[in-house]
T-cell receptor, first 115, second 113 residues
Framework: DGGITQSPKYLFRKEGQNVTLSCEQN?????MYWYRQDPGQGLRLIYY???????QKGDIAEGYSVSREKKESFPLTVTSAQKNPTAFYLC??????????????FGPGTRLTVL | AQSVTQLDSHVSVSEGTPVLLRCNYS??????LFWYVQHPNKGLQLLLK??????LVKGINGFEAEFKKSETSFHLTKPSAHMSDAAEYFC???????????FGTGTRLKVLA
């Protein structure tokens, strides 16, 4: 079964802790994305990567970090510098991220709650 | 700059009646447009996409959308609502310069029995 997996589904963090959200895809897609979703808002782009070993900041990158060491993996770390990290996090991928009609496919999401 | 506006934050329909979810876009170029559906605590699922091949786009689960350049609209419709259609729907435009997605704020569809 091809697709995108995210783990864990629910994550709880104490203030001041860093946490890492996993995103894996077996679609052989070059491009991967991380979004944050808050109630009543659309999705906002945190980071994206169009190729292995390269990534760019999105619109709300402060307090987050990523790596792209393997084509199939794009983990997101929420650092203690992120002031309001409680949100639903979605990972997506697309074939190459270079085409205007390039469709993004989404994972099931991780809900992060800061206690 | 490109943008997308979903005109209704909430829509309620009775089961078996038509669904209309409205989306207007702003774009300097011929845009690529998408509709996604999100069920509670789930990821986004692609319903359909417009890429200039045809103005009437058919998607999954009986949904379709019509691209109207003169009205800068891309409204989503379905002839007969089903209880399983209750979800949040997002209209998305792909930015031609950066290829990034620009999301609308979503429309929550409620289907009444």
């Amino acid at each position: 079964d091809g697709g995108i997996t995210q783990s864990p589904k629910y994550l709880f963090r104490k203030e001041g802790q860093n946490v890492t959200l996993s995103c894996e895809q077996n679609l052989n897609h070059d491009a991967m994305y991380w979004y944050r979703q808050d109630p009543g808002q659309g999705l906002r782009l945190i980071y994206y990567s169009q190729i292995v070993n390269d990534f760019q900041k999105g619109d709300i990158a402060e307090g987050y970090s990523v790596s792209r060491e393997k084509k199939e993996s794009f983990p997101l770390t929420v650092t203690s510098a992120q002031k309001n990290p409680t949100a639903f996090y979605l990972c997506a991928s697309s074939i190459d991220g270079q085409g205007v009609s390039d469709t993004q496919y989404f994972g099931p999401g991780t809900r992060l709650t800061v206690l | 700059a490109q943008s997308v506006t979903q005109l209704d934050s909430h829509v309620s329909v009775s089961e078996g009646t038509p669904v209309l979810l409205r989306c207007n876009y702003s774009s300097s170029y011929s845009p690529s447009l998408f509709w996604y559906v999100q069920h509670p605590n789930k990821g986004l699922q692609l319903l359909l996409k417009y890429t200039s091949a045809a103005t009437l786009v058919k998607g999954i689960n009986g949904f379709e959308a019509e691209f109207k350049k003169s009205e800068t609209s891309f409204h989503l419709t379905k002839p007969s609502a089903h209880m399983s259609d209750a979800a949040e729907y997002f209209c998305v435009v792909s930015d031609r310069g950066t290829y990034k997605y620009i999301f609308g704020t979503g429309t929550r569809l409620k289907v009444l029995a």
